[in-house]
């Protein structure tokens, strides 16, 4: 992990917003996720109060509001549709978007169970951006500026479901198939577009390793596409796409089974760990 901004669960058993300080492995919180997201550029500069505890046996939980819109750009790096279903077609004229819930969603370290349905769960190492400020009818540029900030992420796919129609949807909303890294201001970050080394590692063995660089469809101009057909507010997430390397489009194909453990390692976001849990009888969220 690396320091940035986290979500916790109290002990009332409310999702509260925690800077965390690494390598020191302390938390500090900052006030519940409503609050926070209601205006995160003053929440982040308030003074902090209250007493800094320890990060280890505390309960991580996504960062994002109940009520945020999860986008999810597909076909989003050059190299990933050469190696696809797609790569004798031309890039797309506009950003590839599908959806996820924000209950797909997690955290370092929890596992994501193998449907039943499934040969095994595949990995898409990618980059989250935060939106800060209300966007409608916005350009590139004011989406950029509207960027709050960064996260790690893991866009843990179901294939069987994904392509058993033209529609995404299922494949990408497996239970707690979503994880996030902490949050980092952009400020810390940059522009996406200047490049950032990703790699992801399935049992230590590097499968993706690309630079954000290689986008098709930068930040703003996602940001600024969807925000002419519906408003972002803060909390909203973007996931920015995945670069080369996904384990349905290699021969043999290779999947996540049981006992694997996919990391996702950004320049400047740190490294987001997901072991993998085989198939049986799920609980709820599980």
């Known amino acids: 992990m690396i320091s940035g901004l986290v979500g916790v669960l109290d002990r009332q058993g409310q999702t509260t917003i925690a800077l965390l300080d690494e390598p020191a492995g302390m938390l500090r919180n900052l006030c519940s996720v409503d609050d926070f997201w209601r205006d995160p550029y003053a929440a ?101 500026e509207a960027v709050f900030g960064y996260s790690v992420f893991n866009d843990i796919t179901a294939r069987r479901a994904q392509k058993r129609t033209s529609q995404w949807t299922l494949g990408k909303n497996v239970d707690l198939s979503g994880p996030l890294g902490p949050l980092v201001l ?3 970050v940059g522009d996406l577009r200047q490049g950032l080394r990703l790699e992801t590692r399935v049992n230590s063995t590097v499968v993706q390793r690309g630079n954000t660089s290689d986008m098709i469809f930068s930040v703003g101009e996602v940001l600024a596409h ?55 009888k799920r609980t709820p969220g599980m």
């Not at 109060?49 to 109940?66: K, N």
């Not at 050469?82 to 209950?103: D, K, N, Q, V």
């Not at 925000?227 to 670069?243: E, F, K, Q, Y």
Request: net charge negative.
């Open 186 to 188: 952009a400020a810390e």
């Open 44 to 144: 982040v500069n308030a003074p902090a109060t209250g007493p800094s505890y320890a990060l280890a046996g505390t309960g991580l939980r996504p960062q994002a509001p109940r009520d945020a819109k999860v986008f999810c750009v597909g076909l989003n790096y050059r190299e990933h549709v050469a190696e696809g279903s797609y790569a004798t077609e031309s890039p797309p004229p506009f950003p590839t978007l599908f959806g996820r819930w924000t209950a797909s969603l997690s955290v370092d370290g929890v596992p994501v169970r193998v449907p039943p349905d499934e040969d095994g769960l595949d990995w898409e190492g990618e980059v989250v951006a935060w939106v800060g400020r209300v966007l409608v009818d916005a350009s590139p540029e004011e989406c950029l």
């Open 226 to 280: 969807i925000s002419r057909t519906t408003t972002l507010r803060p909390g909203d997430l973007v996931a920015t796409g995945t670069p080369s390397g996904v384990g349905y489009a290699r021969t043999p194909p290779w999947l996540l089974q049981d006992g694997d453990m996919v990391e996702v390692e950004v320049d400047k976001l740190g490294l987001l760990r997901t072991p993998v849990v085989g198939q049986g």
